[in-house]
Nanobody
Framework: QVQLVESGGGLVQAGGSLRLSCAAS????????MSWFRQAPGKERDLVAC???????YYADSVKGRFTISRDNAKNTVYLQMSSLKPEDTAVYYC?????????????????WGQGTQVTVSS
């Protein structure tokens, strides 16, 4: 059974930085794409960033140039470095993975999810 455990959320002022981590277990981590989604209150869950098994990356327009997704296959961990944070980045952030090695954009393509970690950006 695949398990994903996120950490690193918290409260930060606008303009600050946070790094989220997601530790995966239960299968060969390096074979699969990993993604970060976020969901703000009253809004849909949206893809923030994705990294394929080969290291290709995708970013939502709203975070391009501010967020960086990376993976450490030796540690079975994916990271989301968030900089220049804005109040509109406030959300619960979820790590997700599925049966694919390439980038997938919709949440229905993912069948494993972490518990979520709250990120709150104050103005």
């Amino acid at each position: 059974q695949v398990q994903l455990v996120e950490s690193g959320g918290g409260l930060v002022q606008a303009g600050g930085s946070l790094r989220l981590s997601c530790a995966a277990s239960g299968r060969t981590f390096s074979n699969y794409a990993m993604s970060w989604f976020r969901q703000a209150p009253g809004k849909e869950r949206d893809l923030v960033a994705c990294i394929s098994s080969g290291g290709f990356t995708y970013y939502a327009d709203s975070v391009k140039g501010r967020f960086t997704i990376s993976r450490d296959n030796a540690k079975n961990t994916v990271y989301l470095q968030m900089s220049s944070l804005k109040p509109e980045d406030t959300a619960v952030y979820y790590c997700a993975t599925g049966p694919n090695s390439g980038i997938r954009y919709r949440d229905y393509s993912y069948n494993y999810w972490g518990q979520g970690t709250q990120v709150t950006v104050s103005s």
